[in-house]
T-cell receptor, first 117, second 114 residues
């Protein structure tokens, strides 16, 4: 069965320190992977996506993520946190190589990132 | 600017009442989606449409209905059969129904029961 797990529901960092948000997936097929960010009372904004090209994916606002097939992980990182990064982050997995049905898009439960001054 | 517009931003429903949430996009996207978001949970798919005049049930379609008469519009009706409608509702669109395509989201409608 396909699934996605965000390992931390809440992460707190100090401004200027690195950010690590963890995501693991389970799939029998080659996945496409996305990270989205959601600010309070807003929709989701795409940060980056992996679709079987380079394993290190660079996104907007200095975020990047590395696809590690052997670990079935797609962790999101940023070298230096900014106050404006405080938001909720969602790891999303799709299995479009199998059928392409929209029913195969799976959202993690989210990680809330707090940034302390 | 192209984007997705959801209205209203806040909506209140009385017992036994149907309410309709609006979603309009000017991105010329074929596919549109409705999600429900509850605190501490990811997004759950209610309905999706890959083309005009066609739509499919998602994981939690019971108590909801949709229509897709125009490419730009995908309204969601929360019927009185939905016993727990309080949630944040998000509409999204993508170029095609291929789930490799990233989705673009509106700013959501927060629905509460009076």
């Amino acid at each position: 069965a396909q699934s996605v797990t965000q390992l931390d529901s809440h992460v707190s960092v100090s401004e200027g320190t690195p950010v690590l948000l963890r995501c693991n997936y389970s799939s029998s097929y080659s996945p496409s992977l996305f990270w989205y960010v959601q600010h309070p009372n807003k929709g989701l904004q795409l940060l980056l996506k992996y679709t079987s090209a380079a394993t290190l994916v660079k996104g907007i606002n200095g975020f990047e993520a590395e696809f590690k097939k052997s670990e079935t992980s797609f962790h999101l990182t940023k070298p230096s946190a900014h106050m404006s990064d405080a938001a909720e982050y969602f790891c999303v997995v799709s299995f479009s190589n199998y059928g392409g049905s929209q029913g195969n898009l799976i959202f993690g439960k989210g990680t809330k990132l707090s940034v302390k001054p | 600017d192209g984007g997705i517009t959801q209205s209203p931003k806040y909506l209140f429903r009385k017992e036994g009442q149907n309410v309709t949430l609006s979603c309009e996009q000017n991105l010329n996207h074929d596919a549109m989606y409705w999600y429900r978001q509850d605190p501490g949970q990811g997004l759950r798919l209610i309905y999706y449409s890959q083309i005009v005049n066609d739509f499919q049930k998602g994981d939690i379609a019971e108590g909801y209905s949709v229509s897709r008469e125009k490419k730009e519009s995908f309204p969601l009706t929360v019927t009185s059969a939905q016993k727990n409608p309080t949630a944040f509702y998000l509409c999204a669109s993508s170029g095609t129904g291929d789930s490799n395509q990233p989705q673009h989201f509106g700013d959501g409608t927060r629905l509460s029961i009076l």
